[in-house]
């Protein structure tokens, strides 16, 4: 079963592409692009689209690979053992699985989220190299073998904090979520707000995209923070009208708090909205 996008996220036809490339090759679809370009989201929809279960491992910065595969929990079985415990005979009740056991091991093959890879330390993708290659590992406590009943569709975002290892990314298929294009973003909107406004989507989409080109901006708003703020002009009935005046002497901009997220960049549009200000007397 082919990945066409759902009806609540819209897949361009080159990430249709990247999707079902990676599933023919069955080889993890490794997704790079702005935070906030949908790259979680994706394997969400992936499952939701081909009918599977959806399995979630958030990478920290603390994150070991091992935890993936398994943890053994020797003091709790000490604990027991002092306590007189029985479980403490049979060392399997001490060892706690990882993500990619459960999905090894699901019964019907699961999608796989390992999200922001780039987080965790830089040796962490090679420690996963043998066991996303092969699907097995082994389990030295327990002497077991856990291999994949059937091949999860595995997904691995990255916001490119660190580069990913040669070796890595040659056994992944790579696709870079470029930012929509207003087309795009219109579409994108269209599917969470079925009933907005024409004239208040054109102004909006106007009005973000001049916001991502201004130079000097530290954080560019992204897709998930101008659905937020379309949320909210609609809930504060803010009318195109609102938008399109543009009042420097009243607001920098309206509800900007949902697309302006630090200090540098409200104050770089109000030295903007000063200047404006200034020119237009």
């Given at each position: 079963m082919a990945f066409a996008g759902t009806d609540t996220y819209v897949a361009t036809d080159d990430l249709r592409v990247?999707?079902?490339?990676?599933i023919a090759l069955q080889?993890?679809?490794?997704?790079?692009?702005e935070p906030g370009t949908g790259k979680t989201v994706l394997a969400q929809e992936i499952a939701k689209a081909l009918g599977r279960p959806l399995l979630t491992w958030h990478i920290k910065s603390t994150t070991r690979a091992q935890q993936?595969?398994?943890?053994?929990?020797?003091?709790?079985?000490?604990?027991?053992?002092q306590l007189?415990?029985?479980?403490?005979?049979?060392?399997?009740?001490?060892?706690?699985?990882?993500?990619?056991?459960?999905?090894?091991e699901a019964e019907e093959p699961p999608v796989l989220l390992i999200d922001e890879i780039d987080k965790a330390d830089i040796e962490f993708p090679n420690d996963?190299?043998?066991?996303?290659?092969?699907?097995?590992?082994?389990?030295?406590?327990?002497?077991q073998t856990v291999r994949a009943r059937q091949r999860p569709v595995v997904v691995i975002t990255?916001?490119?904090?660190?580069?990913?290892?040669?070796a890595f990314l040659r056994r992944c298929f790579f696709h870079y979520?470029?930012?929509?294009?207003?087309?795009?973003?219109?579409?994108?909107?269209?599917?969470?707000?079925?009933?907005?406004?024409?004239?208040?989507?054109?102004?909006?989409?106007?009005m973000f995209y001049e916001v991502r080109e201004i130079p000097g901006l530290r954080k560019r708003p992204s897709t998930s923070e101008l659905l937020d703020w379309i949320r909210l002009l609609l809930v504060e009935d803010v009318s195109?009208?609102?938008?399109?005046?543009?009042?420097?002497?009243?607001?920098?901009?309206?509800l900007h708090g949902a697309l302006l997220k630090n200090e540098q960049d409200v104050m770089l549009f109000e030295r903007l909205a000063f200047l404006a200000r200034r020119d237009s007397r």
């Open positions: 990247a999707v079902n490339a990676a080889r993890p679809l490794l997704v790079k692009g993936g595969l398994y943890e053994y929990d020797a003091v709790s079985r000490l604990r027991d053992g007189g415990d029985e479980r403490v005979r049979d060392i399997a009740n001490y060892i706690r699985r990882g993500k990619l056991w459960e999905a090894f996963l190299l043998q066991e996303l290659d092969r699907m097995e590992f082994f389990v030295y406590e327990t002497g990255s916001n490119n904090e660190k580069e990913l290892p040669d979520i470029r930012f929509p294009d207003p087309e795009t973003m219109e579409r994108i909107v269209a599917v969470h707000f079925p009933d907005l406004k024409k004239e208040l989507l054109r102004d909006a989409l106007g195109p009208e609102t938008l399109r005046a543009r009042d420097p002497g009243k607001l920098v901009l309206p």
